[in-house]
């Protein structure tokens, strides 16, 4: 990565058009991967040194549901990319996942600010599987909008090589 801007992080048309014209580093698509990799890492770490005396049945639902929903996801995202037949399946992934993921992170951040004061009063496991279902259904959307923009890069991939291409290439911004 020559020149490193707030693009290469936040900016998902700026990646998509990088990735469109094949101009995505190998040390970019590095770093990203090495952004994925530091923070689910991260968040092992977080989980394994929590001390907890029990853990609650939402959390253990929350945490489950979270590796069967990644686990679904990256099948629903690769089979979106053209399955054995796509193209660049991890380059692509990679820059896709921290330039739409972050903004979900910051989705999910504000969901658990606001999710207690939309239920104060309400028992602690009211908040605590509605707090599980919320995540939930954030990252199973999240899974959907990285799928949206595979599904658009194969397709566009596919026309470019079959001598198609009603989609003219956009410059990046």
């Not at 689910?40 to 945490?63: C, E, G, K, Y």
């Not at 207690?116 to 954030?138: Q, Y």
Request: charged share 10%.
């Amino acid at each position: 990565m020559s020149s490193l801007s707030h693009r290469h992080v936040w900016s998902t048309t700026f990646v998509l058009d990088l990735l469109r014209q094949e101009r995505l580093s190998e040390a970019a698509s590095f770093c990203y991967f090495l952004a994925i990799m530091a923070f689910d890492w991260l968040q092992f770490t977080v989980i394994a040194t929590t001390p907890t005396p029990r853990i609650s049945s939402w959390s253990v639902a929350n945490s489950w549901t979270t590796f069967l929903i990644t686990i679904c996801g990256l099948v629903y995202l690769y089979i979106k990319n053209g399955g054995s037949s796509g193209h660049q399946f991890l380059r692509r992934y990679f820059p896709l996942s921290v330039t739409v993921g972050l903004k979900f992170v910051v989705l999910m951040y504000l969901v658990l600010m606001l999710l207690p004061m939309a239920l104060t009063g309400s028992s602690r496991e009211v908040l605590g599987w509605s707090t599980t279902i919320a995540l939930a259904i954030i990252n199973i959307i999240m899974f959907w909008r990285i799928g949206a923009h595979l599904n658009e890069l194969r397709h566009e991939t596919n026309e470019r090589q079959s001598g198609h291409n009603p989609l003219p290439l956009r410059a990046p911004a």
